[in-house]
């Protein structure tokens, strides 16, 4: 069975930076295209970014494309999400998810972390 756990989240200033990490166990990590999407309060769970098994395709929503970067080390087992430029309005509990296919769509991917809070202040 697939687990992940996130973890990195915290409290930045508008304008900073935070890495978020994703820890996969459970199943081979190169077969698996991983995905960030992330709910703010009173909305709903939105897509950030996604990465294909082999690490060689990225996808990004529009509001993150240019300041937010996800890569994959599969002989860590680990996704990350580097996010600079950080704006209030990316403050969210983010949430890793892994599937057959880096998909945009939260309901396409089967297995899904706890979620890990990132706060930006203005």
């Known amino acids: 069975q697939v687990q992940l756990v996130e973890s990195g989240g915290g409290l930045v200033q508008a304008g900073g930076s935070l890495r978020v990490s994703c820890a996969f166990s459970?199943?081979?990590?190169?077969?698996?295209?991983m995905g960030w999407f992330r709910q703010a309060p009173g909305k709903e769970r939105e897509f950030v970014s996604a990465?294909?098994?082999?690490?060689?395709?990225?996808y990004y929503a529009d509001s993150v494309k240019g300041r937010f970067t996800i890569s994959k080390n599969n002989a860590k087992n680990t996704m990350y999400l580097q996010m600079n430029s950080l704006r209030p309005e990316d403050t969210a509990v983010y949430y890793c998810?892994?599937?057959?296919?880096?998909?945009?769509?939260?309901?396409?991917?089967?297995?899904w972390g706890q979620g890990t809070q990132v706060t930006v202040s203005s």
């Open positions: 998810a892994a599937g057959p296919a880096p998909y945009s769509t939260a309901g396409r991917y089967p297995y």
């Open positions: 459970g199943r081979t990590f190169s077969f698996y295209a």
């Open positions: 990465i294909s098994g082999p690490g060689n395709a990225t």
